[in-house]
């Protein structure tokens, strides 16, 4: 439902173009590895697809207040997505585990390697998770880029901008049987490699081998002390 009436609206403010979308299995689970520029990363990647894609989110944004969050909220739930707790001890784990029940249920599961959005609008170093998923599901990882997302809707900014959205989508990735025999941390994390070289080649992007997460906090550290968020107790001690 969600598809019939946001689908023509996306089509003629962003005219969205998808190659690739025969690589996408017509039925049973897949991984789709995609790049993440924007919040609309996972609007655009879902609505466009033939299938229903399930990406995990963060548990407040279902409960968010104000017209965009609601709105956000509202997509949230109609596209069945997976709410996700980020402040528990195996948050991260029980997303997976989550994810890995989709897959296994049939279902299209799509996960940013990259676990953030790109602080620069560069790519990143994927996180072993989606490494963890492939070895654990046995389904295959399909590479996607997506391009003009960060333009449209910038990290920090609320209405969206008029622009052209592409969705570049991949053939299903293969490894190497010495890549499936390694050590299980190593696999993960060489599966991960591989999914951000293909990528890469897709989105066309500069590659930084370090964790989004960790370019963020860098960013953050460097903020003169007035554009840093101020803490509402000063400390005694």
Do not use: C
Request: net charge positive; aromatic share 8%; hydrophobic share 40%.
């Amino acid at each position: 439902m969600s598809r019939v009436l946001a689908g023509p609206f996306l089509h003629t403010i962003w005219r969205p173009k998808v190659t690739g979308a025969e690589h996408v299995p017509a039925s049973g689970g897949a991984i789709l590895a995609a790049n993440h520029q924007s919040v609309v990363d996972s609007v655009f990647l879902p609505l466009m697809m033939d299938r229903p894609v399930t990406f995990s989110a963060k548990s407040e944004y279902f409960t968010a207040s104000g017209p965009a969050a609601r709105l956000w909220a509202w997509y949230l739930k109609a596209t069945n997505q997976l709410q996700m707790d980020r402040d528990g001890p195996r948050a991260a784990q029980d997303t997976l585990e989550a994810a890995l029940a989709l897959l296994r249920a049939g279902n299209l599961f799509g996960i940013y390697p990259e676990g953030t959005r790109s602080p620069d609008g560069r790519l990143y170093r994927g996180r072993p998770g989606v490494g963890w998923l492939a070895l654990k599901s046995g389904l295959p990882v399909i590479p996607v880029g997506i391009l003009g997302t960060r333009r449209v809707l910038p990290p920090g900014q609320v209405v969206p901008r008029p622009g052209r959205i592409e969705l570049r989508i991949g053939a299903p990735l293969e490894f190497a049987p010495d890549v499936l025999r390694a050590p299980p941390g190593k696999a993960r994390q060489l599966i991960a490699e591989q999914v951000m070289a293909a990528i890469k080649e897709l989105s066309g992007q500069e590659y930084v081998h370090m964790y989004a997460s960790d370019r963020k906090a860098e960013l953050a550290a460097a903020e003169p002390p007035e554009h840093q968020p101020k803490l509402p107790f000063r400390s005694r001690s």
